[in-house]
């Protein structure tokens, strides 16, 4: 099959090609169709040097003007909003329909919301009546951000980082992964025609230990905002620690979703079928661990179990397809090993993996796809319990008391996302507080209020992002004192 993409580098408002390049698949297929730049130091040099170059002029741009060509970029990816979601699906196996109602109105919205947000920020001041002196804050850009991006929500995510930080008045070098690039590189070439200056934003391609290490070592890229693996977020704090660089890290997560007896399981049902398997499971926020009060484990589990047999698995074009491929071989063999693990250590799969024949078309049968896969009777030590798999696999277990299943929710080293299911406010009340999780949904999923920080607590991150968080972030404040 021919290469139909070939992907350059977006450096000073230009495309530079490379001499080497990384081989891109369709997930669907498992058939390359683009080569993406591999990037290393010579170019994110470059790209930090067009950076350094447009932040004078970038920063001291009025947030009036730069909220105008924010809106513009907006603006722009929304008129192609079709060719980006054919293209997002495509790149990273989620199906179509996702792409179009969820991935890239975000990306959309990501713009809008921080041009409107620069517009109507606030200051704080005093006034020591006592040797007549006012102190007030201001906050201003730091320079050039190195944002690094993962592949599950390629653009959706890219742009989170980006928004704001160039609201702020910074400018940029970003990396998104290696496996889904093509959407920010179409993104790049809207850019100029969005009236943006060169060198306000750049982006390079490649692999993380490359051109993404390139980033965080860089003694000109004051402050790394990356969302992707803990281990990964590991080794980002390690290397940026000799420069005192700003970090915001967003890593994984082994999210608990808390059933108890007084839910409505018809409301409940639909949406943690949602919550586990959208976009086959490769979501940081995805229900991964589901526990169900005793008393109605047995009439839950009946009812999950024929939800999720109800998704539609093949081609992510396809309208009905409620679940596509995932991201990569690799991938899909690590997560098909896990169910292995759970089986050999005697949980039971009740649907999915080893227990569904899988039936593609030819023209997919060589794509990485997988049924979602529901997993009961494991021990909370169990790996599946305490590692996060990032696919279409969810563990169900009982539950007795809200105590037990607090101290068990709490029991992995992550802490990014909960979901509760119940009637009674004043344990949704006890719990939020208990919970060590950054996010807590009760009777829901993934409504997201951008607002509101978002981020994670023990090896899940470090750091918020969100309106006040992300300001924050992307600016230092200053105290200024005038003696009258």
């Given at each position: 099959?021919?290469?139909?993409?070939?992907?350059?580098n977006?450096i000073?408002?230009?495309?530079?090609?490379?001499?080497n390049?990384?081989?891109?698949?369709?997930?669907s297929?498992?058939k390359?169709?683009?080569?993406?730049p591999?990037?290393?130091?010579?170019?994110?040099?470059?790209?930090?040097?067009?950076?350094r170059?447009?932040?004078?002029?970038?920063?001291?741009?009025?947030?009036?003007?730069r909220?105008?060509?924010?809106?513009?970029?907006?603006?722009?990816?929304?008129?192609?909003?079709?060719?980006?979601?054919?293209a997002?699906?495509?790149?990273?196996?989620?199906?179509?329909?996702?792409?179009?109602?969820?991935?890239?109105?975000r990306?959309?919205?990501?713009f809008?919301?921080?041009?409107?947000?620069?517009?109507?920020?606030?200051?704080?001041?005093?006034y020591?009546?006592n040797?007549?002196a006012?102190?007030?804050?201001?906050?201003?850009?730091?320079?050039?951000a190195?944002?690094?991006?993962?592949?599950?929500?390629?653009?959706?995510?890219?742009?989170?980082?980006?928004?704001?930080?160039?609201?702020?008045?910074?400018?940029?070098?970003?990396?998104?992964s290696?496996m889904?690039?093509?959407?920010?590189?179409?993104?790049?070439?809207?850019?100029?025609d969005?009236?943006?200056?060169?060198?306000?934003?750049?982006?390079?391609?490649?692999?993380?230990?490359?051109?993404g290490?390139?980033?965080?070592?860089?003694?000109?890229v004051p402050?790394?905002?990356?969302?992707?693996?803990?281990?990964?977020?590991?080794?980002?704090?390690?290397?940026?620690?000799?420069?005192?660089?700003?970090?915001?890290?967003?890593l994984?997560?082994k999210?608990?979703c808390?059933?108890?007896?007084?839910?409505?399981?018809?409301?409940?049902?639909?949406?943690?079928?949602?919550?586990?398997?959208?976009?086959?499971?490769?979501?940081?926020?995805?229900?991964s661990?589901?526990?169900?009060q005793?008393?109605?484990?047995?009439?839950?589990?009946?009812?999950?179990?024929?939800?999720?047999?109800?998704m539609?698995?093949?081609?992510?074009?396809d309208p009905?397809?409620?679940?596509?491929a995932?991201i990569?071989k690799?991938?899909?063999?690590?997560?098909?090993?896990?169910?292995n693990?759970?089986?050999?250590?005697?949980a039971?799969?009740?649907?999915?993996?080893?227990?569904e024949?899988?039936k593609?078309?030819?023209n997919?049968?060589?794509?990485?796809?997988?049924?979602?896969?529901?997993?009961?009777?494991?021990?909370?030590?169990?790996?599946c319990?305490?590692e996060e798999?990032?696919?279409?696999?969810t563990?169900?277990v009982?539950?007795?008391?809200?105590?037990?299943v607090i101290?068990?929710a709490?029991n992995?080293?992550?802490g990014?996302?909960?979901?509760?299911?119940?009637?009674d406010?004043s344990r949704?009340?006890?719990?939020?507080?208990?919970?060590?999780?950054?996010t807590?949904?009760?009777?829901?999923?993934?409504?997201?209020?951008?607002?509101?920080?978002?981020?994670?607590?023990?090896?899940s991150?470090?750091?918020?992002?969100?309106?006040?968080?992300s300001?924050?972030?992307?600016?230092?404040?200053?105290?200024?004192?005038?003696?009258?």
């Amino acid at each position: 099959m021919a290469v139909e993409l070939v992907l350059q580098n977006f450096i000073d408002g230009q495309f530079v090609g490379t001499e080497n390049h990384i081989d891109s698949y369709d997930p669907s297929t498992g058939k390359v169709y683009a080569k993406v730049p591999d990037s290393g130091e010579a170019e994110v040099n470059a790209a930090v040097q067009a950076a350094r170059s447009a932040f004078p002029g970038w920063s001291e741009t009025s947030a009036a003007e730069r909220s105008r060509i924010l809106n513009r970029i907006a603006d722009l990816i929304e008129s192609h909003l079709e060719e980006f979601a054919l293209a997002e699906s495509r790149d990273q196996g989620k199906p179509v329909s996702l792409a179009r109602a969820v991935d890239i109105p975000r990306t959309v919205y990501n713009f809008r919301f921080f041009a409107t947000t620069i517009l109507h920020t606030t200051q704080s001041a005093t006034y020591l009546e006592n040797v007549q002196a006012t102190n007030y804050t201001v906050r201003t850009p730091l320079g050039v951000a190195g944002l690094i991006s993962p592949w599950n929500l390629p653009l959706y995510l890219l742009t989170w980082k980006i928004a704001p930080a160039i609201a702020c008045g910074n400018t940029v070098v970003c990396k998104p992964s290696e496996m889904t690039s093509v959407t920010a590189w179409m993104m790049c070439r809207l850019l100029n025609d969005a009236g943006l200056p060169q060198g306000v934003v750049n982006v390079v391609f490649g692999y993380g230990p490359k051109a993404g290490e390139a980033i965080v070592k860089h003694p000109d890229v004051p402050l790394i905002s990356f969302t992707g693996s803990t281990l990964i977020g590991q080794r980002i704090t390690e290397q940026s620690a000799p420069h005192c660089k700003k970090l915001s890290l967003e890593l994984g997560g082994k999210n608990p979703c808390i059933i108890f007896a007084d839910a409505d399981l018809e409301k409940c049902i639909p949406t943690v079928v949602r919550s586990s398997f959208t976009n086959q499971g490769e979501v940081c926020l995805c229900s991964s661990r589901i526990f169900v009060q005793r008393s109605v484990y047995e009439t839950f589990l009946h009812k999950f179990v024929d939800g999720v047999k109800k998704m539609h698995v093949g081609n992510p074009a396809d309208p009905m397809t409620t679940m596509g491929a995932l991201i990569s071989k690799e991938h899909l063999n690590k997560v098909k090993s896990y169910v292995n693990l759970a089986a050999e250590e005697g949980a039971r799969i009740l649907c999915g993996e080893s227990v569904e024949e899988l039936k593609l078309p030819d023209n997919l049968k060589d794509g990485y796809y997988m049924f979602p896969t529901v997993i009961t009777d494991l021990r909370d030590s169990s790996r599946c319990m305490q590692e996060e798999i990032f696919g279409p696999v969810t563990c169900v277990v009982p539950f007795d008391t809200e105590d037990e299943v607090i101290s068990r929710a709490n029991n992995v080293k992550y802490g990014l996302s909960a979901s509760l299911w119940t009637q009674d406010v004043s344990r949704t009340m006890r719990m939020g507080r208990k919970l060590e999780a950054a996010t807590i949904w009760t009777n829901c999923w993934m409504v997201r209020d951008l607002n509101m920080p978002f981020g994670g607590m023990k090896a899940s991150g470090v750091g918020r992002e969100g309106h006040k968080d992300s300001i924050e972030f992307f600016t230092e404040e200053k105290t200024i004192c005038i003696k009258h």
